[in-house]
């Protein structure tokens, strides 16, 4: 083919095209159901009973939008798209959220240990040093005093020993009020004054824009390893504690069935509502789970098991769904399986 001028033109005008419809990322975020990974690679009780079934961790996929994924996202069922801002808020980088993801995700992880050892008898030993900052949001009054992994140890002259403490410290208090912050960095204990402020977006709530985990120091026998990789999030700390549970006793749980299920779980054994359920629904269907815990949240309306149910009818699913508050009522549920 001749090269002339108008070709010349006309294939910059394609590359272009082609690279605005797959390529140009938008400021938009979809969600698609992900996959419903066996826990057995990812966690390992040494020296822990096998199992004849699996648990599964169930995720949600997520990625910025292109043009072209954008119009397949408006077409195909059990995708979402969201508004940039509502995934990554103004000040958090990508990055950062994903930093913060893989925290959440560590300490769901200890939550569900402590779960777990504690429900089997497991010897297990827990020591609290204060609150780690993960993140500090930038424009916020914490900004330029503390950084991350900083360890705040007290507030006020108050002992702060989980992030819970703090928490409800501040949310005693108003925007403008002055706290002082005892913490820890590079071995030096050091206190500053920081101001509160109100934050419109959370329902005016008043803080100092920090992200928190608790430092725990948690010891347990057997040992535990975590192989998660690059899964983050809070929400497999229901399947976490069925997992190590199951590793911890004799008893096969599973009965050679395929679980799957979803949930924060705190260290009281409550089962928390998470994000997505109705791809985790899609995503545990394709992998042939037999049965889903969802949490109950106390039968309250539009709780996350009734769009469970509304989505395992809506696509068709022999998938058992099962309601849950606690880890107790999933440990129940499977001890009296058949």
């Known amino acids: 083919m001749k090269l002339t001028k108008r070709n010349i033109i006309f294939f910059i005008i394609m590359v272009s095209i082609i690279y605005f419809l797959g390529i140009y990322q938008l400021p938009y975020y979809i969600q698609k159901p992900g996959g419903a990974n066996p826990l057995n690679p990812i966690v390992e009780v040494a020296e822990g009973y096998e199992s004849k079934g699996d648990m599964h961790l169930v995720t949600v996929s997520g990625l910025q939008a292109t043009p072209l994924q954008y119009v397949f996202a408006k077409f195909l069922s059990y995708q979402e798209i969201i508004p940039l801002e509502q995934v990554f808020p103004e000040g958090i980088s990508?990055?950062?959220?994903?930093?913060?993801?893989?925290?959440?995700?560590?300490?769901?992880?200890?939550?569900?240990?402590?779960?777990?050892?504690?429900?089997?008898?497991?010897?297990?030993?827990?020591?609290?040093?204060?609150?780690?900052?993960?993140?500090?949001?930038?424009?916020?009054?914490?900004?330029?005093?503390?950084?991350?992994?900083?360890?705040?140890?007290?507030?006020?002259?108050?002992?702060?020993?989980?992030?819970?403490?703090?928490?409800?410290?501040?949310?005693?208090?108003?925007?403008?009020?002055?706290?002082?912050?005892?913490?820890?960095?590079?071995?030096?204990?050091?206190?500053?004054?920081?101001?509160?402020?109100?934050?419109?977006?959370?329902?005016?709530?008043?803080?100092?824009?920090?992200?928190?985990?608790?430092?725990?120091?948690?010891?347990?026998?057997?040992?535990?390893?975590?192989?998660?990789?690059?899964?983050?999030?809070?929400?497999?700390?229901?399947?976490?504690?069925?997992?190590?549970?199951d590793q911890l006793t004799e008893e096969d749980l599973t009965k050679g069935k395929e679980i799957a299920g979803t949930g924060e779980v705190d260290y009281d054994g409550n089962v928390l509502r998470i994000g997505g359920i109705d791809k985790k629904i899609v995503a545990a269907d394709r992998e042939g789970i037999d049965i889903f815990f969802a949490p109950n949240e106390n039968d309250a309306h539009n709780s996350n098991y009734q769009l469970a149910v509304k989505t395992a009818e809506e696509i068709g699913t022999d998938m058992e769904i099962v309601p849950v508050d606690t880890f107790e009522d999933a440990l129940n549920y499977l001890q009296q399986l058949q």
């Not at 206190?191 to 419109?200: G, P, Q």
């Open 94 to 245: 990508q990055d950062d959220y994903m930093h913060v993801q893989l925290q959440v995700m560590e300490s769901s992880q200890e939550a569900a240990t402590v779960v777990a050892y504690e429900a089997a008898g497991g010897d297990i030993t827990i020591e609290y040093n204060g609150v780690y900052v993960v993140l500090v949001v930038e424009g916020m009054p914490a900004e330029g005093i503390l950084q991350t992994g900083d360890r705040i140890i007290g507030i006020d002259g108050i002992e702060i020993k989980e992030a819970g403490d703090l928490i409800d410290y501040v949310d005693a208090l108003q925007a403008s009020d002055i706290i002082t912050i005892e913490f820890v960095r590079d071995d030096e204990t050091i206190h500053e004054a920081i101001t509160l402020e109100e934050f419109s977006d959370i329902d005016n709530k008043v803080g100092i824009g920090i992200s928190l985990v608790t430092d725990r120091n948690v010891t347990v026998q057997p040992e535990i390893k975590f192989s998660s990789g690059n899964i983050g999030g809070p929400s497999a700390g229901l399947m976490f504690s069925l997992e190590i549970y």
